[in-house]
Structures are given as structure tokens and as C-alpha cells.
């Protein structure tokens, strides 16, 4: 029975990292992006001795924003729905192990041991 435990522990805390991974891309996309928007926009340069025009420095930076603004509402948008599918595939996965658990070990949870089961994973 310990053993069972430690694969069902074990398979829930790889599917929490992964759920950490995903909800976190978004904040390190937070992060990134701005600096290579300073980096890479704001020094554009024409040529070393002349400056960029004025008026395409204008175009340069509207598009990199708008880039920038497409990029962000994409990654956040996929980031909030991988996490959903996740916790529904999470909350799924945890069900179908426990009761396949059960099965193997040949009991019929009765209802005290579900509802154990449920004080368990909520602790």
C-alpha cells in the first residue's frame, strides 16, 4: 500500500510542476519582452553616423508595439488555456488513479473511503 501511495504522490506532484511551467511562461514573457523591446527597438540605428528618419522611426516603433501587444494577448491567451486544461485534465487524472488503485488492489471503495479519500487530497 505504500508503494501505491508514493506513485500516486509521486504522478501528482510532476503534474503540479507542470502546471507551475505553464502558468509561469506568461510572467517570464513579462519579463523578456520588454527588454528586448529597449534592446532591439529604441537603438535601431540607420547607420552609425546618421540617425534613422523621424517619421520611419515612428512606423518602426508603432509595429513593434503592436507586435509586442499581438505577442502577449497570444502567449497570455495559450497560457490561460493550457492551465485550464490542466487542472480539469488534473482533476480527472487524480479521480481515474484512485480508483483504478482501488481496483487493482481489489477493494470497492465504500463512500467513508471516497469521502477520505477527498479529506486526503485536500490536506
Known amino acids: 500500500m505504500g508503494r501505491l501511495k ?33 534592446v532591439g527597438v529604441l537603438r535601431l540605428h540607420w547607420s552609425e553616423s546618421e540617425q534613422m528618419p523621424w517619421g520611419l522611426q515612428i512606423v518602426y516603433m508603432v509595429g513593434a508595439l503592436l507586435f509586442v501587444i499581438v505577442l502577449l494577448g497570444t502567449s497570455f491567451f495559450l497560457a490561460m488555456r493550457l492551465s485550464n486544461w490542466a487542472v480539469h485534465n488534473f482533476q480527472a487524472e487524480a479521480q481515474y488513479l484512485f480508483w483504478s488503485f ?22
Open 6 to 38: 508514493r506513485r500516486f504522490l509521486l504522478h501528482l506532484l510532476t503534474t503540479d510542476l507542470q502546471m507551475l511551467i505553464i502558468e509561469n511562461a506568461g510572467v517570464l514573457l513579462l519579463i523578456v519582452i520588454p527588454i528586448l523591446f529597449k
Open 102 to 123: 482501488c481496483q487493482r488492489l481489489h477493494l470497492r471503495p465504500s463512500m467513508e473511503e471516497g469521502e477520505r479519500q477527498e479529506e486526503w487530497m485536500d490536506k
